[in-house]
């Protein structure tokens, strides 16, 4: 008991420690200035109370737009990523003789940096897109990413193409997970591949799906570098996400406190969506 | 054993976590100790000019072997006010960095060394420091002056017949277009210029672009200096249809005439490196600082670029809007040795011969000086706009006086929804006047 008791200071002791500092205290330092008016510029910062919050819900009617469309990307980016990552999962554990080769492959994108893969989207969208569509006369192809529509599906493809893979390999993980004995059983007993996947491998890998969805619902919603590089919120700032709009808010309008009071909302609310969504699928998966 | 490696393990944890505190900290102030030298350290945003700047810096240190100048460059497509936010927050101070206008002198108004007793303030032309000066004392020094208006390719306008020198105002303008337009889609330009296809290109996803350039050439009228916009409480729009008629023929005759809402993705390297460099289009709102971008891609197109009139009916119809884009500052809470390095490192890249000689020919600059009589623009845009501002022909700059985010992110993003249909041109007139007002508050 003792021995456990150090080996905890030691491993877990430097990154709790690095945790407080770098997150734990610039929390409460941000939710303390979300109650001041500061440019950012000045050293003192005003306190101003309740200004701020109230400002957000009566006139800032941007806010509300954005954290709608936010809402909208992100049911839309987890219902496909976690539905292709997983179709690439049972695709990959089939024993096929590429498989090695594809879950690399499907697995890449993730390793690219979210800017750059934005920057690379962007040529394929604008660029490729568009001389695929005059070349063949296709009129949809043309002018992505010129108005919200296309904007908004870019992102969606943007991230499954990136996170898809990233999910696979929990749900592989999962997969393999699932004693052969229970599918042969099932086998025997006459099920259809159809019915073992809904009645033994999809209650099987619940837990994976309660992974699979905290982490692409809270990604989704604090979206910024694939956000800024694809589409820079444009055009007019319809396709802007919420941590881009917090960063606008204090960067380019100069009003830090404003923006802090914004995180400080969207810090609540992910964390809400997350530990319901967290709690709800818990109550889902079975025990083996 | 066991305990001797644990022990190991914890001490390498320990001094791991704490140089991760201590570098970091008081870095300038060792190295000014050891080395006994001031440490100046800029913080500038105009990436064409990084390399040259280098340059510039060490041939000051080898005059001066006491100082040690360390040049940081965030610019470009990043965003310099965000940067240079996020470097004071650090606490990493730098001694010099760049203002904008009036807006930006309020908004830093904390951080910014007095200069109006430098050498260089009483060498500056008429009008150049009205955006670095607050309650009458100058705190900036001016970069440079810089004009646009549309650019154009003389070899193109002379292929259909046109005569650039004839375009003094708005018809004329529109009537150019007009002719031009007509020749390329009856192709009879396609012998001499088989990649060209439209007049224009303008580059509405870049909200500096429209919000800020296009927009200057109403507001300018409006405003005498980027003073009167920065103190004025509301905008009024007094040139707004002559506005809405500068925008709509550049997005009427450019590639996406037809489909308006798609010049929204058009940005600057379409315009530029992709449109006007390789004579896709014959015509782009843009300034001298695109010289070197098409030189880079075909130096005889750039040659051959001359700069036509952005004519506001109703109004001055044959000038370009000349200003200044940026200027040197120098932040009051620095040391004052590395103030005072700071202070004459500026006035001997300004005001010596090497110091001209670099501003002009390598990081072709317009001064905004006098005493430059010997060092004339090289390129062809820089001659165009040097041109327009001897005659007299310039609107100033006065986006510098907007309130902040408004040119950009309001009024900007307002005409990316006029050009998509989602906004009529009254509502984008009524919503920005409101928003300013709102600002100005």
Redesign the interface.
């Known amino acids: 008991m003792k021995t456990s008791k150090g080996w905890f200071s030691i491993f877990v002791g430097p990154i709790l420690f690095a945790f407080i500092v770098v997150v734990i205290i610039p929390m409460f330092m941000g939710v303390y200035y979300s109650f001041t008016s500061w440019n950012g510029i000045n050293n003192n910062a005003t306190w101003v109370g309740l200004k701020n919050y109230v400002e957000i819900f009566t006139e800032d009617k941007e806010f509300l737009d954005v954290f709608l469309f936010t809402a909208k990307f992100a049911i839309v980016s987890v219902i496909s990523i976690n539905l292709i990552g997983f179709l690439l999962a049972l695709l990959v554990t089939k024993g096929l003789k590429v498989s090695n080769f594809l879950r690399s492959a499907f697995f890449l994108p993730n390793l690219i940096g979210g800017l750059i893969l934005g920057f690379i989207w962007q040529f394929i969208f604008t660029k490729g897109f568009d001389a695929v569509g005059a070349k063949l006369g296709i009129e949809f192809l043309r002018g992505w990413l010129a108005d919200t529509q296309t904007g908004f599906w870019g992102l969606v493809i943007l991230m499954s193409w990136q996170m898809s893979g990233y999910m696979m390999v929990i749900y592989i993980a999962a997969l393999q997970n699932i004693p052969d004995s229970l599918l042969e059983a099932a086998e025997i007993d006459g099920a259809g591949s159809f019915e073992k996947l809904i009645h033994i491998t999809i209650p099987l890998v619940a837990p994976a799906f309660t992974i699979g969805l905290f982490l692409t619902l809270s990604n989704s919603f604090k979206l910024y570098d694939q956000n800024l590089s694809l589409t820079g919120g444009g055009p007019y700032n319809s396709t802007q996400m919420l941590a881009m709009n917090i960063y606008n808010t204090a960067f380019k309008f100069n009003d830090f406190g404003l923006a802090q009071a914004k995180a400080v909302i969207f810090l609540i609310t992910v964390a809400a969506i997350s530990i319901t969504q967290i709690y709800y699928s818990k109550k889902k998966e079975v025990e083996m | 054993m066991f305990k001797s490696k644990?022990l190991l393990?914890?001490t390498i944890?320990l001094v791991?976590?704490a140089s991760m505190f201590f570098t970091g900290c008081s870095k300038k102030e060792e190295v000014a100790q050891e080395t006994g030298k001031v440490e100046v350290d800029v913080f500038q945003f105009k990436v064409e000019i990084a390399k040259e700047l280098e340059n510039a810096a060490r041939d000051y240190e080898a005059e001066h072997p006491d100082v040690k100048i360390n040049i940081q460059t965030v610019g470009g497509g990043d965003?310099y006010?965000?940067a240079l936010?996020a470097r004071?927050?650090s606490g990493n101070e730098p001694d010099i960095y760049n203002v904008g206008g009036p807006q930006d002198l309020k908004?830093?108004t904390?951080?910014l060394e007095d200069l109006s007793n430098e050498p260089w303030v009483e060498k500056a032309l008429d009008g150049v420091l009205s955006g670095a000066t607050m309650d009458g004392k100058v705190y900036a020094l001016p970069f440079n002056i810089e004009g646009y208006g549309f650019v154009y390719n003389k070899g193109i306008f002379e292929a259909a017949g046109i005569d650039p020198t004839k375009i003094v105002d708005y018809a004329s303008l529109e009537e150019a277009v007009k002719t031009l337009d007509g020749k390329i889609k009856a192709g009879e330009l396609k012998e001499k210029y088989p990649t060209l296809e439209a007049v224009f290109e303008y580059a509405?996803?870049e909200?500096w672009v429209t919000g800020l350039h296009t927009s200057n050439v109403a507001l300018s009228q409006e405003f005498p200096s980027s003073l009167d916009a920065y103190n004025s409480k509301n905008v009024e729009f007094k040139y707004g249809d002559s506005l809405k008629k500068i925008i709509d023929l550049q997005a009427d005759y450019s590639s996406?005439g037809k489909?308006r809402?798609?010049?929204?993705?058009v940005d600057y390297s379409t315009q530029v490196e992709q449109g006007l460099a390789i004579e896709r289009v014959a015509i782009i709102q843009q300034g001298n600082w695109v010289y070197g971008g098409v030189k880079s891609i075909d130096e005889k197109v750039a040659d051959n670029l001359a700069i036509l009139p952005m004519p506001v009916v109703g109004a001055k119809e044959d000038s370009i809007p000349v200003g200044v884009p940026m200027h040197w500052a120098i932040n009051k809470d620095s040391d004052d040795a590395s103030k005072a390095a700071a202070k004459d490192f500026l006035n001997w890249l300004y005001t010596s011969e090497k110091g001209k000689d670099y501003v002009v020919n390598k990081f072709y600059f317009i001064p905004a000086f006098k005493g430059y009589e010997n060092f004339e623009p090289q390129d062809s845009l820089g001659k165009a706009v040097k041109a327009y501002a001897e005659a007299g022909k310039t609107v100033p700059w006065v986006f510098m006086g907007y309130p902040?985010?408004w040119g950009?992110?309001m009024l900007g993003?307002?005409i990316?929804?006029y050009l998509?249909g989602?906004m009529t041109w009254d509502e984008l007139i009524k919503d920005s006047q409101e928003r300013w007002t709102k600002e100005r508050s």
């Not at chain 2, 809402?261 to 993705?265: D, G, H, Q, S, Y």
Request: hydrophobic share 40%; charged share 30%.
């Open positions: 644990r393990a914890l944890i791991m976590a965003d006010g965000a936010k004071f927050q908004d830093w904390s951080k509405a996803k909200t996406n489909t809402a798609k010049l929204n993705a902040t985010g950009m992110d993003a307002n990316q929804k998509a989602e």
